[in-house]
């Protein structure tokens, strides 16, 4: 793995880990609104397996594969996003957010090619759920524009992060490595699942 990619994953762990969860919603304004959006997707790790694995299975398809996916997702994120903030309800949010890691990671974990059409619908259907917990967890104080704009950057950025590690799959020992953190992320998901109420 090259130092930068080394670089970039260790910074989102260190964002990760030095930011104090009441700054999530505890900022008013242009940039509060951001920095609250931002750090919505980083401190759930629900949000962050499922968006490491989507990078993950990106790289691990290829082109196009690879782009198309963390674009189509927070493209449908914020769709569900803006769903959220204006108070539509959509059921069983929760269980959507936990199945899309347990669905995402076995898909990498067993190595799963699915036409391009198929990994892009199940990705945005995925995106729907994510960006309405966003979306209805908006804090009262900040913009919404903002706000969405903070989380769909963080999405992003976890996409990147997955893509970054999923680089790796060039070597048989670095395919293995993606589907073992593939399993891993699908575990994630089933203990999410288990946790809901």
């Not at 940039?31 to 968006?51: E, N």
């Not at 959509?90 to 059409?117: D, K, N």
Request: hydrophobic share 60%; with cysteine.
């Amino acid at each position: 793995m090259s130092r930068l990619v080394t670089a970039f994953i260790l910074t989102i762990l260190l964002i990760v880990v030095a930011t104090p969860p009441v700054s999530a919603h505890g900022e008013v304004g242009i940039a509060g609104g951001f920095m609250s959006g931002f750090m919505h997707p980083l401190l759930g790790w629900d949000h962050v397996a499922a968006m490491v694995a989507v990078g993950l299975w990106g790289a691990f398809l290829g082109v196009p594969a690879i782009w198309l996916l963390p674009v189509v997702f927070p493209l449908i994120m914020a769709c569900g996003g803006a769903i959220g903030v204006i108070g539509v309800p959509i059921p069983g949010v929760e269980i959507g957010i936990a199945l899309s890691a347990i669905v995402l990671g076995s898909m990498i974990a067993l190595a799963a090619r699915t036409p391009i059409w198929i990994a892009t619908v199940i990705a945005g259907a995925f995106a729907v759920f994510h960006g309405h917990a966003h979306g209805t967890e908006l804090p009262h104080a900040v913009n919404a524009l903002t706000y969405s704009a903070g989380f769909v950057t963080a999405t992003g950025l976890l996409h990147l992060a997955g893509i970054s590690l999923g680089l790796i799959i060039r070597w048989p020992i670095g395919k293995i490595a993606v589907q073992v953190v593939g399993g891993l992320i699908a575990c994630a998901g089933l203990a999410f699942l288990i946790g809901i109420n």
